[in-house]
């Protein structure tokens, strides 16, 4: 195996690592361990070039380092990336892969990512502690996404609370898109609250079936962002807040689960402009990310210290809108300087003790 350290201004450390017996040929950065040892998920996808996925793993665990701040998890980012078709996975690659991140010794910590499941992670713990995610049984904290859906809830509330003066749910039309792992817990629970819910997905059939058993509205999945709601909750993948979309947009906020919900930044400060709300994705929806943090926490997992953060979400949701709000920015800005705040006063007070 040949473990070599790249040169990247802005990160802790990015190692690029080949092992020739299994074909392992992976990245992993550390982008910054002010706040704890970098956790973030292993992703492993055919990139086209070794550029294009040192530019993906580098851009990951900056964002780790932020959405960890943000949660106040006490822990730092990064992330890694195997290079490679999924399909060729073997468990000698997973092996290779924890002797690779067993070699940071720790400051790198991994976890599931995109085509990476819970069976690969069992072969990488075979060779490295510094793996989460793995099931109850196993000492994990099993699946996140009940977690991320209690975490969006939460963030829910402090979304209702700025935009209508009442965090309650009591009469609030909410649409998700996407009725998925982490879309179907968020709707019945608030429907428990008094939410009305209207559902879609891709997936029609999926979305009239949990609709059916749970008295929510079926919308169609296409032109699904044109429906007057209070708030509109993109549950299903990212970029739905687009050039395409922003115009037709009729909901007060934009709070959901998936990934990269706007397209490009800019298309935060045309919400402003239009008086949306949106919750900015990765302070929203790290329940997920605090519950696996939980793990490696000095007393292990313990469900109800993780919930009691998880509900956090919706403070730190409270704080990015009043930072937004002073400082007349959209709520993507504020959330970017609530972590850059977060990570300099512990950077000030590491030098003062
Ligand atoms: N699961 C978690 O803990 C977690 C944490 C953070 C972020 N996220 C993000 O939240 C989103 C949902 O996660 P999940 O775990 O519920 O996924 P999932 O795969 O369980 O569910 C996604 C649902 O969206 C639907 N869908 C997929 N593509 C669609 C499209 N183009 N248009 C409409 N519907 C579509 C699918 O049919 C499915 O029902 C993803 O973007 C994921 O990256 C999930």
């Given at each position: ?208 079936r949990f609709a059916e058993e749970h008295g929510f509205q079926h ?135």
């Amino acid at each position: 195996m040949d473990i070599t350290e790249l040169t990247e201004p802005g990160y802790e450390k990015v190692v690029r690592c080949v092992d020739r017996a299994t074909g392992l040929l992976a990245f992993i950065a550390v982008h910054d361990t002010t706040l704890g040892p970098a956790l973030g998920g292993m992703r492993m996808l055919p990139y086209a070039s070794e550029d294009e996925a040192i530019f993906d793993v580098k851009r990951l665990s900056r964002g780790m380092t932020y959405k960890s701040a943000v949660a106040n998890t006490g822990l730092g980012g990064g992330k890694s990336v195997i290079m490679g078709d999924p399909a060729g996975k073997t468990p000698e690659l997973f092996h290779a892969m924890g002797r690779f991140v067993d070699s940071l010794g720790g400051k790198y910590i991994t976890a599931e990512d995109m085509n990476i499941g819970i069976a690969d992670l069992q072969q990488v713990k075979k060779t490295t502690q510094y793996v989460t995610g793995l099931s109850r049984e196993e000492g994990g904290s099993g699946n996140p996404s009940p977690y991320t859906a209690r975490g969006v809830v939460m963030g829910m509330r402090a979304v209702l609370e700025e935009v209508f003066g009442s965090d309650s749910f009591e009469g609030r039309t909410i649409l998700i898109q996407g009725v998925g792992a982490v879309g179907q817990p968020m709707a019945t629970d608030m429907k428990a609250r008094g939410a009305k819910i209207l559902v879609c997905d891709i997936d029609e059939k999926r979305a009239a079936r949990f609709a059916e058993e749970h008295g929510f509205q079926h919308v169609p999945d296409l032109d699904h962002h044109k429906h007057e709601v209070d708030v509109y909750a993109p549950c299903a993948r990212g970029a739905g807040v687009n050039d395409r979309t922003i115009g037709e947009l009729r909901c007060k906020a934009i709070a959901g689960c998936a990934n990269n919900i706007l397209l490009e930044p800019r298309h935060g400060d045309e919400l402003k402009a239009k008086g949306i709300l949106y919750a900015p994705d990765y302070v929203i929806n790290a329940g997920g990310i605090i519950n696996v943090g939980i793990e490696v926490s000095p007393g292990g997992y313990n469900e109800a210290v993780a919930i009691e953060r998880i509900d956090g979400i919706y403070d730190n949701l409270k704080e990015v809108f009043q930072i937004a709000r002073e400082e007349n920015i959209g709520t993507e800005v504020a959330a970017d300087r609530l972590a850059e705040r977060r990570l300099e006063a512990a950077r000030q007070a590491k030098q003062e003790a």
